[in-house]
């Protein structure tokens, strides 16, 4: 393959529950601590969730708070953030070759709850209805903030694929670079959903909400007694070049995206299915020429759901075999469901696993669902490993819609 | 509310809209936007919040008397006066 035909990761902006970058994200992962608390919402008064506690002073006036969303904060503190761990300098590079592609479970469920509750003192009033409910709302809203912010001229959008979204950011900048229509992607998935009501309250009425009298402990994917779903906040930008680019620049390459895949399940508006999760993993091993059992990690999106969790763990088996030699793990013990930045959040990660060798734990399993006892499921302490080459990391969403990355440690 | 009144009341009110912007300066004759940096939905902002706080509905027709301090309180104060 040419170098401009291969894209590597070369900056990281995120902030999660338990971080607002990488060594601090990644340092809480080994630690085993956990970002969950409780937050207010509207009509249902104390939830359990994670939030961030980012500065977006840093990146933002006080004005743009007040106009834009959550989202589009967080999407411009991680772009940000990206760009200066890439060490690039906007004011010398080419702002009409950056694209902007963000993954999003939902958007503007916030902005026009946030305005039914404001009218609602108005006896429903509509003159009281904001006139920024529009640009707050239009789907494109956080990918369209950051260009503002950032001067960015090139395309931006978002991709609203559920839960997969993060995985998805990530393919799509990848794709853009490969087609050649912009020269540097900022490419990822950011969620603002803890400031929904309705996300929490159609959780609970689904029998999917977590809940535990310790918010820390109420994420618990693969455990007996998991519950369900914590709703958290948070985001992950990643600069994406091609890797020419990368080299000319002399820039610090966090890996290489060889494997991806996007598929569908044409089932069910919730279920899993472990059939169509395994035929994505194929896809993306396939397309990164490469064996179930050159994987090293594989980076699970499990959720806490019950049937979630024991359809991931069968499509995992069916992919490995008995004779695997991957090590099995999940953020979401950690910092809870993050929705459309979670496929991104989670890869990154475990990227740091390709220099130090330890694979964070999944945290929350006092009792190991028989069902999901996978081999080498890394539980509770963190595991060091002789080498890390591969990792591939799983998001799956709501309507059937499944991605895999694969990312490769680069050799130089 | 007296003039004094209205006019303070307005200044807050586009401090909480443009909170970056430098208020204490604010000319009373010399048009609000062209001395601070203000856009055509903060200045939909002004007009909500006249509506929030003191039920007063400025019709679109009236928006060119709120351009200046003095001339919104020239507009607002008989309007305010059983405030």
């Given at each position: 393959m040419n170098d401009n035909t291969r894209i590597v990761i070369t900056g990281i902006g995120l902030t999660a529950p338990n971080g607002n970058n990488l060594s601090e994200f990644r340092k809480n992962l080994l630690a085993g601590k956990s970002g969950i608390g409780k937050i207010e919402t509207h009509y249902m008064g104390e939830v359990i969730a994670g939030v961030c506690d980012f500065d977006p002073l840093i990146y933002q006036k006080k004005k743009a708070l007040r106009r834009g969303t959550r989202a589009g904060s967080i999407a411009t503190y991680c772009s940000h953030e990206a760009i200066a761990d890439a060490k690039l300098n906007l004011d010398s590079v080419d702002k009409s070759r950056i694209g902007i592609y963000i993954g999003i479970t939902e958007h503007g469920n916030v902005e026009t709850e946030n305005e039914i509750y404001n009218i609602k003192q108005y006896d429903y009033n509509v003159d009281f209805w904001s006139h920024h409910h529009n640009p707050r709302t239009v789907a494109n809203s956080p990918a369209g903030e950051v260009t503002m912010n950032m001067g960015v001229t090139g395309p931006h959008y978002t991709l609203g694929a559920a839960c997969a979204a993060g995985n998805i950011g990530l393919i799509q900048g990848l794709q853009m670079l490969l087609l050649g229509e912009v020269d540097l992607a900022l490419a990822g998935g950011v969620s603002?959903?803890?400031?929904?009501f309705g996300v929490f309250a159609a959780f609970k009425n689904e029998g999917a909400l977590a809940n535990h009298p310790d918010p820390q402990k109420a994420s618990r994917p693969f455990d007996r007694d998991r519950n369900g779903i914590v709703v958290s906040e948070g985001g992950c930008i990643c600069v994406l070049e091609r890797l020419s680019d990368a080299l000319a620049r002399s820039a610090r390459i966090y890996g290489e995206i060889v494997g991806y895949a996007i598929n569908s399940d044409a089932f069910d508006f919730i279920l899993p299915n472990a059939e169509r999760q395994v035929e994505c993993i194929n896809l993306a091993l396939k397309k990164a020429g490469i064996s179930a059992s050159d994987i090293d990690i594989i980076s699970t999106h499990a959720t806490a759901t019950p049937e979630g969790d024991k359809a991931e763990c069968q499509a995992i088996k069916k992919v490995l075999g008995n004779n695997s030699n991957s090590y099995i793990n999940n953020t979401k013990s950690f910092i809870g469901h993050t929705m459309g930045a979670s496929g991104a959040l989670e890869l990154v990660g475990n990227l740091p696993s390709f220099e130090d060798h330890i694979v964070h734990q999944t945290i929350n399993i006092d009792n190991l669902d028989p069902e999901c006892a996978l081999k080498n499921l890394v539980i509770n302490e963190p595991k060091k490993v002789d080498k890390v080459d591969y990792i591939l990391n799983n998001s799956f969403g709501m309507l059937g819609i499944n991605s895999v990355v694969i990312v490769k440690r680069f050799k130089g | 509310m007296k003039a004094e009144e209205i006019r303070t009341m307005i200044i807050e009110v586009i401090h909480e809209i443009v909170p970056d912007e430098d208020l204490s300066n604010l000319k009373g004759d010399i048009r609000i936007r062209d001395q601070i940096e203000m856009d055509s939905m903060d200045f939909l902002d002004v007009v909500m919040e006249l509506r929030k706080r003191y039920s007063i509905v400025v019709p679109e027709d009236d928006y060119m008397e709120l351009s200046t301090l003095d001339s919104s309180v020239a507009y607002l104060e008989p309007r305010m006066k059983d405030i």
């Open positions: 603002e959903t803890p400031g929904t | -």
